[in-house]
């Protein structure tokens, strides 16, 4: 077999794999069926992406027509380097972590076979969106992603707000697909296909064109990627059981958007317009997430704002043209983010509640969740040597040495919010870890199942930023020059040692409450900005006002003439039959009017008069 | 041989059902249910050996032409090409379901061979229509549905259901009554009846007056029966008044007459009205994708949703025809048999669930998930199908309908494929609505008491499965319906193309 059909098929197993094993799960009946299927389908695509990260080296690209829709052709079909292999073993591996996680924190539950094969369903679809070649096919693997998370946000059935948070998650990214769809649309319309490799093809859009579909994708990708204006579905997604956060709503499907900028970027460089709406947003997003985290007392929406932020730092380095940084830190982010979710998931587990009120002095009971927890904030924080000291100082250092207003302005955006991330993740630290038990509490280390997913991801969390200075590592990701570490990259450094100087003596203020040394900011940051109210104001409530003034038109307009034909019909029938009900004399009278009448108009036909 | 045997055997199969007496009920039911079945054998069959003339716009695979009332000039002549036949064999495999599972269960407890014998005689009248080559003869056939369909409502139906059929039986005669119209124009106009000279050429030598007015009279005609938003709606009483099977019926294959026949023979018959013509078609189908979806959003009935919802997928349809465009057509092809697919689904659902609650009040439902798990499963998945999942069959066509509206281009074509993709969005919202309802939360009274009746019975899963199976391959595989329409459909696009 040639080199090429390897990588192929591992290519195409990767979404086959678990996508076959989710459906299979949804039909299973009984755990052991359910959890083979799960973890040993997560096992085995985890196996298929770092044989493909070793085998593949070149860009491999093939596919196969379904369906032709006159001219139009759709494929299916993988379009692989190291960067999509690279991007698939980290989402394997969050998948598998996940998976084993679960078993152990839904033992309980009795819907456990279909949420094992949904999550396998999301990992394929996620994976689709990963190899896929073609555009319509990646927007399969995209929705199906999207309905995925909507089924599991909505799985727990204790927690009333669940259903209600999954419907907003969903609904909210399938506004944005609005714009995913049409950009795509007019995409392959310009192209004459769907496939990455001809809508990419140089001259296919004339430049207003390019920057239309950039901001139509990017409506998508600021739905899917939680981004200013639409991300407030994420912090409600918490919803959902805390594996999923940490698979769904922070290592993988949050940063898909992400990565389809990074797919398609060929066409985002090539439109001004497009970078700055980039940098906007993410310089908007990253200072919006990290402060309204500041004003949080649920660990895990702590850790959802969080995600906000941190992704706004892939976007802010895709909006200054450093797209090697941002993916090098999905990657890392992928695993302090998974870390912190599935860390905070043992947390919660072991004292029965979300909010840190009820936690601290954990540090004792749990020791190793502690130093995996303090791994995953570092990292998050940017502490050297930590992963994500690396990825985040390599978006900034592009940042300073970038020219023009774009970059400044992620710049200082960048920096204030490195100040907030110590801020509140140091908070969250101490308060969870710190300070005294609280009373009738026994916490205690989680079982193996969900210790040791945590463990094994404190690794990446932690070294990860070494690979940063392999050649090998930086060519995989697209970057120009191997990653090195500048002395200018170090600036960030003592804004984020200040943000946790800042949280210690914040704690020591008002080791209870710290965010009430906020003052009256605290409700604003704990509301998220009043962006659901906003929205709320905007969108929905007009929709609802509209969909309720539609149906009453429909029903006693539109229908209203048709009811009221018929009625009318059927009352000059009645009146027209009570006329003929007569009496013998009105009866003949008629008949004889009638004979008058038709005489006097056959003598005036026939006599011509008109 | 088959096409003559397509429409045979369920006319046999009616007749014998219906004569059966009463005491052996379940055996009629029985005879109905074999018949529907060895028609959707010859249906399918149909694929094989296709012999299609060498040229020409409308090229049968198979046909039969014969003189049917000489002295008329009227002829018998039916056969079956790529367009027609998914849906065909749609029709032949609903029917069968339909039938199969009033061989279980029927509506009322009473007349239950009467009943599958008014389903074969619709089928017959369906498959009628979509075989037939000579206008004439597509009118009779189109007639032929109407009374069986009328008796089904009345008899069988929910309680406003001698109102709902009136209305359904009026409003659709008026349509006939265009339709009447609209074929005698074409034939004194173009001096033929035969659908097959008419799409070659022959109707194109009406002049553009007459082409107009035929088009006009068969548009709103086919408009009526699609339905096309603001001639809807004897719809959502129809629909929601019909017993199951009869609302699948209704819904699965009776509305593609409309869209089939505006296909066919409107625009077959009548390309450069069509051409001019089409923006009015466009705006009224995205006006009805946009209406169909905000009622559903403030909808409180089940199955009056899902009658609506109908009318935003048949908008997509229509979108897709009035595009006049190659991938504007093959996405309406697509999306009416994914429709009829997803759709025939939801109504059995919805029947399903309102035989147990005794309700269908959306207020009254909730909690599915509680005590019926693979019910409330399956509604979620044939919900997720309609909203237009990719990997489902919904997809292809809303999206391409979508596409063929931004390929035509210019101020008002975009902005309709624009409101169509909004329209996508509303349909989310809608679909997720009702599974929020009926689904999630604790279980409501008319939920909570389901005990065993939660669970599917054997007849369920065995009228289910095929098209659960069939929603998942369509959505995989398009190209089945795509594929196989392929090159009647550039043949009459390039037509209505061609100035």
Redesign the interface.
Known sequence: MSAHLVATALGAALAVVPLVCGLWG?LARGRPAALTLGVGGAALTLVAAIVLVSTVDGPVESRLE???????PVTVGVRLDATVALVAVAVAAVALAVQVYSTAYLRDDD?YA?YAAQVSLFTGAMLTVVVAGDL?ML??G???MG?CS??LI?HD?TL?Q???A??KA??VT??G??GF??GI??L??HAGSFRLADVLAPGVLTPAMTTAVCLLLLAGVAGKSAQFPLHTWLPDAMAGPTPISALIHAATMVAAGVYVVFRLYPLFTASNAALWVLAAIAAVTMLLGALSALGQEDIKRVLAWSTVSQIAYMVAALAIAAPAAALFHLLTHAAFKALLFLAAGSVIHAVGTNLMTGMGGLRRAMPVTFWCFTIGLGALVGLPPLAGFFSKDEILYAAAQGHGGRALLIYLAGLVTVFVTGLYASLLWLRVFFGPVPAGAHPHEPPPAMAWPVILLAVPSALLGFAALSPWFAHALGAQETFTLHAAALAPLPFALLGVAAGVWWWRLRPAEPAAVLGPLRPVFAAGFHLDAVQDTLVVRP??A??????RA?ESL??GI??GT?ESTVELGTAVANAHRGGVPRALTAVLSGAVVLGVAAVAITQGWW | MLLTAVLVIPALGALVAALVPARFDRAGRVVAAVAAALTLVAAALLAVDRDPPPDGVLRPWHQVDLAWVPSLDLRWHVGVDGISYPLVVLTALLTLLCAGFTVARVPGGRHGRHLAALLLVIEVGILGTFLALDLVLFFVFFEVVLLPMFAVIAVWGGPGRRHAARKFVLYTLLGSVLLLVGVFTVVVGAGTADLVALSDGAGATMTYGTQLAAFVLLAIAFAVKSPLWPLHTWLPDAHTEAPTVGSVILAGVLLKMGTYGLIRVAVGVAPDAARDVAPTLGVLAVAAILVGSLVCLAQTELKRLIAYSSVGHMGFVLLGIATLSPAGVRAALVANIAHGVITGLLFFLAGAIKDRAHTGDLAALGGLRETAPALSGLLGYAAIASLGLPGLAGFWGEAFAVLAAMQRGGPLWTTLGVLGAVGGALTAAYFLRLLRRVTHGEATPAVAGLGDAGRLSRAELWAWAPLVALTLVLGVAPALVVAVADAPVTALTGVVAAE
């Not at chain 1, 509209?546 to 149906?551: Q, V």
């Open positions: 949804l379904i369906v032709n829709f006159g001219n139009l819907r279909p319509i927007l399969a995209w929705e199906v309905v909507y089924l909505a059935r009333p669940a259903p209600a999954a419907v969903f609904l399938r506004v697909d609005v769809l049409l649309v007019l392959g319309l929709v609802r509209l969909a309720r003034g539609a149906r429909d539109v229908d048709v009811e018929g």
